[in-house]
């Protein structure tokens, strides 16, 4: 199993951050590159606690779909999502919220597995963790510009 875990620091409220980062219009907008869209479930507003969303984008060369269920919300404090379909063995998001005196620190924790056994494991290793771990180093970036500056309005308002 692979695991990931990044923290970001926001100037933001975290009620807002909250919100941000769970918001399929600024989902869309972070991965603009591999031109992700929401085909089933909840596919724009805010996700909440019991709903699913199904992406579709172009990763690794190829057009893959990948279901996501929100499992855990503690608003505005903490979310877990699940993979319930997809590529992966197993995917698991934690985001945590952390209030401070300036701000916010968003904790990212990812854990997953790829099929295939042996040959899964050395592609996380070589390749696979890092092209997600760039992955939510954009989304998180997209997140944090959003979120410090007035753009947030047009997204949760």
């Known amino acids: 199993m692979a695991s990931i875990h990044l923290t970001t620091f926001i100037k933001a409220p975290a009620k807002r951050v ?3 980062s769970r918001s399929i219009s600024l989902h869309k907008i972070s991965t603009a590159h591999t031109k992700e869209k929401a085909i089933a479930g909840v596919t724009s507003g805010l996700i909440s606690k019991n ?3 199904t992406w579709q984008a172009k990763h690794l060369f190829k ?3 990948f279901t996501s269920k929100i499992i ?5 404090l903490f979310f877990e999502d699940e993979m319930t379909r997809g590529d992966f063995k197993s995917f698991k998001h934690q ?12 904790i990212d924790v990812i854990d997953f597995e790829s ?4 040959l899964g494991k050395a592609v996380n290793k070589i390749y696979l ?11 998180n970036k997209v997140i944090k510009d959003y979120a410090e500056t ?3 309005k047009a997204i949760l308002n």
Not at 95 to 106: D, L, S, V
Not at 129 to 139: D, G
């Open 51 to 53: 709903e699913t969303v």
């Open 95 to 106: 985001h945590h919220f952390k209030q401070t005196a300036n701000g916010i620190i968003m």
């Open 150 to 152: 007035e753009k947030w």
């Open 115 to 118: 099929p295939y056994g042996v």
């Open 72 to 76: 855990e919300m503690q608003s505005p």
């Open 18 to 20: 909250f919100d941000l």
């Open 63 to 65: 057009t893959r779909q």
């Open 129 to 139: 963790k890092k092209y997600v771990e760039n992955l939510l180093i954009k989304r």
